[in-house]
T-cell receptor
Framework: DAEITQSPRHKITETGRQVTLACHQT?????MFWYRQDLGHGLRLIHY???????NKGEVSDGYSVSRSNTEDLPLTLESAASSQTSVYFC??????????????FGPGTRLTVT | GQNIDQPTEMTATEGAIVQINCTYQ??????LFWYQQHAGEAPTFLSY????GLEEKGRFSSFLSRSKGYSYLLLKELQMKDSASYLCAVDRGSTLGRLYFGRGTQLTVWP
């Protein structure tokens, strides 16, 4: 069965360190998204990609970067982790436009703590 | 810009019916989604409306009025397992597949 996975599921890191969160999907979806979820804010979009070599900034992109070298993977990098980046991070993917509703399928999430 | 509003919390009893409302003001519209999210888990897709009217899926139904910028999720025959956060999300259509989420409604079902 197709799925979307994230690793690690839990991560504790120190302020200033570079951290990379992995996202891998086997849906063969073109569109991939990274969100963070915090109490009181709901899901906020960090970065997204509509295909290989395409990346776009979301509403809270400062301090984060992504790269898309293949269809399956969209790793999220925190350049220099800050305590404000302590959050739960969700990766999602959706199919090509024209396949009906463009619902997004979410990975299980990564809980990141920056100390 | 976009503004998506839904109540923060709701409570109901087992077996009852509950309606969770969502209002939106967005520059562009290409459909509205409802997701369910249990504590500590990922959001899962519940429903999609792009045309006005009611879509029914078992115990869950979703309604859309585009002219009013309004949707609701109706949950019937509530069960304890329906205790979760329900997220409303709008596809503005201007950027392919990007969704704008409300903050979610935390539903608690009591026995």
């Amino acid at each position: 069965d197709a799925e979307i996975t994230q690793s690690p599921r839990h991560k504790i890191t120190e302020t200033g360190r570079q951290v990379t969160l992995a996202c891998h999907q086997t849906w063969n979806h073109n569109n991939m998204f990274w969100y963070r979820q915090d109490l009181g804010h709901g899901l906020r979009l960090i970065h997204y990609s509509y295909g290989v070599q395409d990346t776009n900034k979301g509403e809270v992109s400062d301090g984060y970067s992504v790269s898309r070298s293949n269809t399956e993977d969209l790793p999220l990098t925190l350049e220099s982790a800050a305590s404000s980046q302590t959050s739960v991070y969700f990766c999602a993917s959706s199919g090509v436009v024209g396949t009906g509703g463009r619902e997004q399928y979410f990975g299980p999430g990564t809980r990141l703590t920056v100390t | 810009g976009q503004n998506i509003d839904q109540p923060t919390e709701m409570t109901a009893t087992e077996g009852a019916i509950v309606q969770i409302n969502c209002t939106y003001q967005t520059s562009g519209f290409n459909g509205l989604f409802w997701y369910q999210q249990h504590a500590g888990e990922a959001p899962t897709f519940l429903s999609y409306n792009v045309l006005d009217g009611l879509e029914e899926k078992g115990r869950f139904s979703s309604f859309l009025s585009r002219s009013k910028g309004y949707s609701y999720l109706l949950l019937k025959e509530l069960q304890m397992k329906d205790s979760a956060s329900y997220l409303c999300a709008v596809d503005r259509g201007s950027t392919l597949g990007r969704l704008y989420f409300g903050r979610g409604t935390q539903l608690t079902v009591w026995p």
